[in-house]
């Protein structure tokens, strides 16, 4: 993230003590991310130090959060490497920090991997198809909030900033898009909770090894088809170019499918999820580059880069 809300040690103290989590030993605001205020706070709990991730939501709201925090602690529960929020001396899980709707999880050991090769593709793939079947009897609900009616809310927003071409790109998609998500064919994938935001920056490896997928904050119901697009569309491309990388994309591809095969409606939609994934980044990008929020510690994205990866799964469909 950045750090939009500065937390004091004092405030820090205080959230500790009413989740039990021991003595504050430091606090450091995160510089990663762009949508919430994140610390890593360090404590000590009976003589041994323990590491968490304090995150101050500045968008979501006290009715939004709970679908969130409750598909962690329901995926950590089945296995699946996930932080867990903590609950304070009530059972609650989501906390009040400097006026905001706050969350504590544990912090995942390892590091993102923002260059991988075949067996990490393969890793994800695998774990977010695990994922997707843990996530079958979460008995929550709520709607991918930058799903298809985020998308048309906000295209007419960041299109006068645009130059002639990208304007009638980013109106062809959306209308490609809509004409997809009305038809029979995409009421038939199958859904559930996606992650729907799962880059190579939400995902931590040690040792060449899995350690856990975060930040669920962009999670709703949706189709598992868009996670697997939203995957291919940063784990398995030639960054520069935004152009397809066939030998990661098999790796994911086989490894997604070894626990949960792709339907033959799911591998028919692919290309067209695959246009769906990139606008949806691409738009997210042009409204925060276009119209962006204070914050100490912000790095937006570059819009260019998913217009480019949109412009390669026009020209050159991929297939399953
Ligand atoms: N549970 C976690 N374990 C380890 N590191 C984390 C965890 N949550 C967040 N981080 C770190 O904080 C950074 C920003 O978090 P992120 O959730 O991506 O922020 P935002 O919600 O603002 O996009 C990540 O890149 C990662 O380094
Ligand atoms: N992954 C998205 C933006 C969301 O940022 P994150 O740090 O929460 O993953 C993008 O790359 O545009």
Redesign the pocket.
Known sequence: ??VFTEVSEDEARGLAQRLSLGEVLELRG?Q?????T?YFLTTQQDGRRAEW?L?LFERLTAEQLPFYLHLMKHLAHRGIPV?DPVADQGGDILHTVCGKPAAV????AGR?ELAPIAAHCAAVGEMLARMHLAGRDFNRAQPNLRGLAWWNETVPVVLPFLQDAQASLLRSELAFQNHVAASSACAALPRGPVHADLFR??V?FEDGALT?F??F?FAGVDTWLFDVAVCLNDWCIDPPTGRHDEARARAFLQAYQRVRPLAAAERRLLPAMLRAGALRFWISRLWDFHLPREAALLQPHDPAHFERVLRERVHEPVAA
């Not at 999880?105 to 995942?108: A, Q, T």
């Open positions: 993230m950045a995160i990663g991310g762009i949508e919430n994140n991730v995150t932080p999880v544990d912090k995942l993102s920056d939400n931590m856990g975060f930040d904050y």
